[in-house]
């Protein structure tokens, strides 16, 4: 079976290879195919497809758009195809990246359809004590493949600002750890005063708080969802899953949830950005729990 899958997905890379478009596409597919299989079948099945993934990759060479044949050399690189899920994402951003850059604006992520049936440690320890006592409303959040640092960043703030219980940073999720330090200057300190924990893919994660009782409510633009103010969450307490910028939120992850919501959008373009996507929605769960509204503060 697994090496039936990798003819597959070899034969339909070669059938759309000399188009830029389609050829990065395929392998965009490709590589999210890889990781929802990461674990399945002992291995067996994510070793073909690395090795159908490495062998489209190394076909690039020469090719005639130079984006692609640069893209040869992650090929290159793959000499060894026992890697683990993280190092593996973060080889092929540089696809996605590619891929991204050749969509106009009008091509980005767009309200979906209903498809969805389908389907490290915590490093705020150190915080302050004071930090730590302070009361945290019952709201975690899942970040999954989140690229951009400065959005990541953006969310540690919000989350910061409402006493966010956790966060959960996902697949090649940028971390406050990351080597450049965009992650930690865009959070501004947030990062040490909000637990957050590192973890190698979303669906195990959502599966865990889901068995712990919590609601987890996945925030993505699937058509008839129903819109953030129109949901009520429990007091209990509830999960928000955040998909990738570019890709959202793949179909078993928002099977394996409790609900999906959305942000009301009338504008032409239907989704904001991730950063601010999350604040709304937050800020409405926080509203629907009463927050703030004995002890508010001024926060500008």
Same mark, same amino acid.
């Given at each position: 079976?697994?090496?039936?899958?990798? #003819?597959?997905?070899?034969?339909?890379?070669?059938?759309?290879?000399?188009?830029?478009?389609?050829?990065?596409?395929?392998?965009?597919?490709?590589?999210?195919?890889?990781?929802?299989?990461? #674990?399945?079948?002992?291995?067996?099945?994510?070793?073909?497809?690395?090795?159908?993934?490495?062998?489209?990759?190394?076909?690039?060479?020469?090719?005639?758009?130079?984006?692609?044949?640069?893209?040869?050399?992650?090929?290159?690189?793959?000499?060894? !195809?026992?890697? #683990?899920?993280?190092?593996?994402?973060?080889?092929?951003?540089? &696809?996605?990246?590619?891929?991204?850059?050749?969509?106009? #604006?009008?091509?980005?992520?767009?309200?979906?359809?209903?498809?969805? %049936?389908?389907?490290?440690?915590?490093?705020? %320890?150190?915080?302050?004590?004071?930090?730590?006592?302070? %009361?945290?409303?019952?709201?975690?959040?899942?970040?999954?493949?989140?690229?951009?640092?400065?959005?990541?960043?953006? &969310?540690?703030?919000?989350?910061?600002?409402?006493?966010?219980?956790?966060?959960?940073?996902?697949?090649?999720?940028?971390?406050?750890?990351?080597?450049?330090?965009?992650?930690?200057?865009?959070?501004?300190?947030?990062?040490?005063?909000?637990?957050?924990?590192?973890?190698?893919?979303?669906?195990?994660?959502?599966?865990?708080?889901?068995?712990?009782?919590?609601?987890?409510?996945?925030?993505?633009?699937?058509?008839?969802?129903?819109?953030?103010?129109?949901?009520?969450?429990?007091?209990?307490?509830?999960?928000? !899953?955040?998909?990738?910028?570019?890709?959202?939120?793949?179909?078993?992850? !928002?099977?394996?949830?409790?609900?999906?919501?959305?942000?009301?959008?009338?504008?032409?373009?239907? %989704?904001?950005?991730?950063? &601010?996507?999350?604040?709304?929605?937050?800020?409405? &769960?926080?509203?629907?729990?009463?927050?703030?509204?004995?002890?508010?503060?001024?926060?500008?």
């Amino acid at each position: 079976l697994a090496a039936a899958a990798a #003819d597959q997905a070899a034969s339909a890379f070669d059938g759309v290879r000399k188009n830029r478009v389609a050829c990065l596409t395929c392998l965009v597919r490709l590589a999210q195919r890889i990781e929802r299989v990461w #674990d399945e079948e002992g291995g067996v099945l994510r070793i073909a497809l690395l090795k159908t993934f490495r062998d489209a990759l190394l076909s690039l060479r020469g090719h005639k758009d130079k984006d692609c044949e640069a893209l040869a050399g992650l090929g290159e690189k793959m000499k060894d !195809l026992d890697m #683990d899920l993280r190092h593996f994402l973060t080889m092929a951003l540089p &696809i996605e990246r590619q891929h991204t850059r050749g969509l106009r #604006d009008d091509e980005f992520l767009v309200t979906r359809p209903d498809d969805f %049936s389908a389907a490290g440690t915590a490093s705020a %320890s150190d915080a302050p004590v004071e930090v730590q006592a302070k %009361s945290r409303i019952p709201l975690v959040l899942v970040l999954d493949n989140l690229r951009s640092a400065f959005n990541v960043g953006a &969310i540690f703030r919000t989350a910061e600002c409402l006493g966010v219980r956790r966060m959960y940073l996902c697949g090649y999720t940028a971390t406050p750890e990351d080597a450049k330090g965009q992650t930690a200057r865009a959070a501004m300190g947030a990062d040490a005063l909000v637990p957050w924990e590192c973890r190698p893919r979303s669906l195990g994660v959502v599966e865990e708080l889901r068995q712990a009782g919590m609601e987890v409510i996945a925030l993505e633009t699937v058509a008839d969802a129903p819109l953030v103010h129109e949901h009520a969450f429990p007091r209990t307490g509830v999960a928000l !899953l955040l998909g990738n910028e570019r890709h959202g939120l793949e179909a078993d992850l !928002l099977a394996a949830c409790s609900g999906i919501v959305r942000v009301p959008c009338r504008g032409v373009k239907n %989704s904001l950005n991730v950063g &601010i996507a999350t604040a709304v929605c937050a800020y409405e &769960i926080a509203r629907q729990w009463g927050w703030g509204q004995e002890d508010a503060t001024d926060a500008t």
